[in-house]
């Protein structure tokens, strides 16, 4: 069982409870206009066109791109070149590859976090290494979309310990602009799996000039607030570092605006607001 991993941070502090092994896989099913890591979308395609652009000899290729890991310098200038919009740093890692990695730093970790791009389309590797992770006495988190409807999916839910869920838009219309997908199943994620006490974290970013923030932090509230008021609800400033500008405008909106968010998520029932500020 094999997954195809953009990159591995091996201490996050961000991306759940705790000390978390993080491991973001390749590939989305959203386009999402303000995307901050958009090369994590497309897979590659191996056209090559970024082997010269590397100023360190660390691509070459053959049926497709290999990437020396020990070689790259991150200065992405790959990225930057790639035509597909896409990343040659990618590998294939099995289960048995990433918990030997896991293992070397295992007495420091609170637990295992996959994200991505939009880890539930490499579902089974999900479910494989989150019953190996079990025996090893962390805990896994899965930081998904919501796309995929995982309330149907028994087998991965028994085995993992809470979702992250990204609600990005309340409305049908305002969510298929945003991402080219519609947020039907998204919704139906969030009510359900906090109705099974599967939810850890709930995130929405604040766009200006883009999305009804006001609409979306108003009903997103009011469904967390009804079911499990003690999730937490996070709050995220729209920041234009890493996005396609040429895909949006827009700007990060001033703390003034987030706390007048966050004080209307408070009285719709939620108890444990967070922004970044």
Request: hydrophobic share 35%; aromatic share 6%; charged share 30%.
């Amino acid at each position: 069982m094999k997954a195809l991993v953009n990159k591995i941070i091996p201490f996050s502090l961000v991306d759940g409870e705790g000390n978390r092994f993080s491991v973001f896989l390749q590939g989305c099913n959203f386009h999402c206009l303000y995307c901050h890591n958009p090369e994590t979308i497309n897979l590659c395609i191996g056209c090559g066109a970024c082997i010269d652009k590397c100023p360190v000899g660390a691509l070459k290729k053959d049926e497709k791109i290999w990437y020396d890991k020990n070689k790259c310098i991150d200065c992405d200038e790959c990225i930057k070149g790639c035509i597909h919009k896409s990343t040659p740093k990618t590998l294939e890692l099995s289960v048995d590859e990433i918990l030997e990695q896991i293992e070397e730093v295992r007495p420091f970790l609170s637990g295992i976090t996959i994200s991505g791009g939009e880890c539930t389309l490499q579902r089974d590797f999900i479910l494989e290494l989150a019953k190996r992770v079990k025996t090893m006495g962390l805990t896994l988190f899965i930081d998904t979309n919501g796309y995929i409807p995982i309330w149907k999916d028994k087998e991965l839910l028994d085995n993992i310990d809470k979702v992250m869920l990204d609600v990005k838009s309340f409305d049908r219309e305002e969510h298929i602009k945003l991402t080219q997908k519609p947020n039907d199943s998204v919704l139906e994620n969030l009510k359900i799996l906090l109705e099974k006490k599967k939810i850890y974290e709930v995130r929405t970013v604040i766009v200006p000039d883009l999305l009804d923030n006001e609409n979306n932090v108003k009903n997103i509230s009011r469904i967390i607030g009804n079911i499990d008021k003690n999730v937490r609800y996070k709050l995220i400033k729209y920041r234009s570092l890493g996005v396609r500008r040429d895909k949006l405008k827009s700007y990060t909106p001033e703390d003034e605006y987030m706390k007048k968010l966050m004080d209307m998520a408070k009285m719709n029932g939620c108890n444990n607001v967070i922004s970044s500020l």
